[in-house]
DNA sequence: CGACCTTTTGAATGAGATCAAACCAAGTGG
DNA sequence: CCACTTGGTTTGATCTCATTCAAAAGGTCG
């Protein structure tokens, strides 16, 4: 049971450090409540999100197999979370199954699908295509975790946010919000999203 | 013994496909000779590269977890190549014991965290950055398999391998490469990349 | 209400894209 | 041996999407 394994329980204000970059993590983490998202800062102040996590997910999962790992990134709160911390030993125990071990195996695919797929928009898309793919991406995340159903969903993220996730200024990905509500495809206030027109949504994230 | 698994050899032309996009590949591949590359290829001709593969990688292990799976990117010779297609079941076992998960899943994570740093780099850095870094990244990879030493290399990409890799045009690759030479930081001609300056490369690589 | 964020809007600027032509080196074939 | 392709690189002129800098306009919360 997992539950028996939990060590402790953090929690951290919205746009709050989680865990700096360079640190060596002592445990591994579930995020239980709230989202958050792991960056890397330039010397210049840019930044660049890597993902997002959501209630459910795992991270820091290096530290069970390399010991003297340190992240290369860093781990921010995007709104008010929870967080359970799992000691190394104990989680290793709990993974050591052949079917664990394949999850985690798959998760990690996963995830590395995920940023391939923002790697090509960021590459070769222009702003309205990686805005299109990142809502419906986070949607999509929501869904499979029974956490958004119909045209609209929670939408915690920032234009400052959304645009260091997409190599974008803030100020563009406001213009570019401002479009497409005005087309009559999506509409992004007061931390929600609203899906107008799935179908044109789709259609730009695909081609544009 | 590896070797004894080997089903077949397979070789290839430069710029020719190995593997298409959609595809169920059937085996678990080594690249023996030769450099390779995953390419996401957009409808309206645009590509974006997501990585190179080098003497000695391994790609397609996928299948062995997953039989359903299709590959979401294709796989082009970016040299003539030569590779080992080994079958799923000896492989699988082959891979079977701790230690070789181990290595898989730390391999895995390597591969991520190069892709994050890509990230990084077309989303928040300008053209000579992200050239600096590309050559470096590659330099290290092939000097970790001995297939480099000293100030220049083989570096077979073309000038449009390199934007579709780095989501510029090869126009504007061109050009920045031309004022890198100027400036006597790096020169990359006939199929081989000279570092001129490595403590300015480096210096690019970082802040710029 | 005022202080503080965040979002929106505007005007000017810029990095890189686009389109097109010239250039270059390595074949090919007559 | 020289004309002619062919595939790639360089150069130039122009255009555009997105950035930058700056200021106004909303929201939110003490």
Redesign the interface.
């Given at each position: 049971m997992v539950r028996a394994r939990r060590r402790s329980v953090i929690s951290a204000k919205a746009h709050q450090i989680i865990l700096r970059k360079g640190e060596a993590p002592t445990h591994i983490y579930t995020l239980h409540d709230g989202w958050a998202y792991r960056a890397?800062h330039?010397?210049?102040g840019?930044?660049?999100i890597?993902s997002f996590a959501l209630p459910g997910d795992v991270f820091c999962l290096?530290t069970m197999?390399?010991p003297e790992y340190r992240l290369?990134?860093a781990m921010h709160a995007l709104t008010q979370v929870t967080l359970c911390a799992f000691d190394v030993g104990g989680m290793r125990e709990l993974l050591s199954s052949p079917e664990a071990?394949?999850r985690?195996?798959?998760e990690?695919?996963r995830?590395?699908?995920l940023?391939?797929r923002?790697?090509?928009d960021?590459?070769?898309?222009r702003a309205v295509g990686r805005l299109a793919r990142l809502v419906l991406d986070l949607e999509s995340l929501l869904k499979a975790r029974g956490l958004a159903s119909g045209e609209d969903f929670d939408f915690p993220l920032r234009r400052e946010d959304v645009a260091d996730a997409?190599?974008l200024t803030s100020e563009h990905v406001s213009r570019t919000l401002v479009a497409m509500k005005s087309t009559g495809v999506l509409d992004v206030h007061q931390g929600r999203a609203y899906i107008l027109d799935r179908e044109q949504l789709d259609h730009i994230a695909?081609?544009e």
């Open positions: 890397v330039l010397d210049d840019r930044r660049q890597l290096e197999r390399l290369p990134y071990q394949f985690v195996a798959v990690c695919q995830q590395s699908a940023l391939e923002r790697l090509v960021i590459g070769r898309r997409l190599g695909t081609v």
